[in-house]
């Protein structure tokens, strides 16, 4: 058993899934930010960003939690084409648009989380360190093969799309038509396991810590 948790500021199922697979303690909380996109910004720099608003909005409500046992987690998720951010479907007429346009080509996914805590060690006189903001980002390319439109139509259907940044889960039915993937698996799902752990350890926090 771990001698720290964390404090998920998601309520994402699969992110909980995935801190489940590491066997870290987490408790959830929720979390309400501005996530529309405004503008023209890079996604990676919009990602970090979110991430970051997410960790500052949780810790205006739940500093008092977060201590040198309890780290505070968020992340944030998207996807991008050509440059530009792809959302979530806002209807069946958007999801069928976002879906042509990743038919049969590549696309990138963001994924950053930010850790924030005191350090998961404290000095001799137990005192816990400076609270710090750690942020990381993993980046994966996802290729799919052709989507034939009755498939695009009952996959809406399905109601796995809704909420879902660029319309789809990975790990559900659209896995059928990913034809390759370069990068984080668990970044796609939405939580890099493999940034996590690097960020844990920025807090004196390992895996399988006892």
Known sequence: MSQYEILLASRSPRRQELLQQLQIQYQTVDVEVDERVKG???????????????????????????????????????????????????????????????????????????????????????????EKFVTMLSESRVKFSILPEDFIHHYWQSGEPQDKAGGYAIQGVMAGYIE?????????????????????????????DA
């Open 40 to 130: 023209a910004i890079m996604p990676e720099f919009y990602v970090k960003s979110m991430a970051e608003a997410k960790a500052l909005a949780a810790l205006s409500k739940y500093r008092d939690q977060i201590n040198h046992q309890r780290l505070l987690l968020t992340a944030d998720t998207a996807i991008s084409y050509g440059g530009k951010i792809i959302g979530k479907p806002e209807s069946e007429a958007h999801f069928f648009d976002i879906m042509r346009t990743l038919s049969n080509k590549h696309h990138t996914v963001f994924t950053a989380i930010t850790l924030v805590g005191s350090g998961c060690k404290v000095d001799a006189e137990g005192a816990r360190t400076q």
């Open 180 to 208: 390759s993937i370069e990068g984080s698996y668990s970044g796609i799902m939405g939580l890099p396991l493999f940034e996590l752990r690097k960020a844990l350890e920025e807090f004196d926090c390992y895996l399988m």
